[in-house]
DNA sequence: CGCTTGGTTGATGTCTGTCAATTTTTGTGG
DNA sequence: CCACAAAAATTGACAGACATCAACCAAGCG
């Protein structure tokens, strides 16, 4: 059994009945993920959704031509693979740790049974994944209208904000991530991001590495992701 | 008072008891919008949610730099302008008719307790926004992996799709859409959309005109989009 | 200490955005 | 009902941002 006290308080499970919670995650199984490990795989018939514990997931989707893309990176709260919820019944992703993880699984005709029955935890999940359709739409947005190295800076950003840890003067983005990864959030080349991204450093705007990343000047960032020069 | 039978097939409704979906009517308000007016604008407080009854909408979104792109476009018996079911206080789109229209409008702080009161509602919903989340991800992957002349194959078979009526042995779009507009959901620019569109013409793939766009050769159509040269 | 994986950087080509000019269609007011 | 203006579409010329191709370097790791 999972201690309530480790989740009761992620805005998914938000104005939930204690007791409510308890049934819930007494019929969670909890699972360590490897760093390089697949949690489950694109196309897979869907059995279960997951919540991120501990760690660090991203998402990958392999297109019919054999490319790749990274739809998502999954940080510790965030629920994933809820497939059913969107009306399918194969996984449409692949989420593969970045780090070791530890993720909670939930056997997904559970879903249904449990939303009828817990209406505020309905709003919640229809209320997140709303907030992920208001980023998908932002992604797009982005892509459309912005050349690429303001599509890097955002989601150099964002990845600040979302997946930042203070060293020093910095902000270091915590998880190893190449610059194929970027180039694959961002719809680029790893070369052009390789460029973008040296060109930035003997700018003092970022410091980079082998799997690193550390934004020295996130207002600086931000000015050159915002600004219509 | 609306009457129940113009919108108890739809999808959103499935499931509902029939006195509660009463309920749900006797609280909407109906509205005609002319074509070329807005139900509402981008960034002002949400008021309201609306269900599309007749007619067609295009959501247009300005960027901060001005430029223009439709999210999506609306059909009969879809939701838009549900805000705050993605957690938002203001409207992130200006919705436009494209021809004259009749829409049905909920007040928005109607929406969480109607949601509470039925969990089958809630979960129609959460599906709902679901299948929009797929895809926005479809957009994202399309966007992000192929070049312009896919892209506005995919656009324009998903337009004769979601709005193609059979008119003799072409499918004609069912309201008046012009370059700019196709450009704008593809990320690109109307002379892009010209030329390529004049090229699928002489070669047989599509008929053109002023605001108006119909489709000869469907098959040929999707292999140009699907097939990897 | 070689191999593998990730990263950098240069040269080149091309897609497609920008600029510009022209034509066609539609709508409107006199 | 015609003339004129406004809107939409077409097409060409040109440039620039990026992808592609290619070679080389650096750093982990068995």
Redesign the pocket.
Known sequence: MIDRTLVSALPIFAGMEESALDKLLSNAVQRPVAKGAKVFEQGQKATSFYLLLQGRLKVMQVTAGGQQLIVRVVHPGDLFGFALAIGRTEYPGTPIAVADSIVLAWPMNMMNSFLERNPTLAINAMQMIGQRLDQAHNRIREMST????R?IAHTVIRLAQEAGIHEGADIRIDFP?????I?EMT?????????I???W?TRGLVK?????LLVSNLTGLKRLAEHED
Do not use: C, K, P
């Open positions: 912005q050349e690429v190295e599509r991530i190449s610059r194929q990864d180039a719809g680029t080349t790893l070369h052009t991001v390789s460029r991204l040296s060109n450093e980079g590495g082998r799997q690193l």
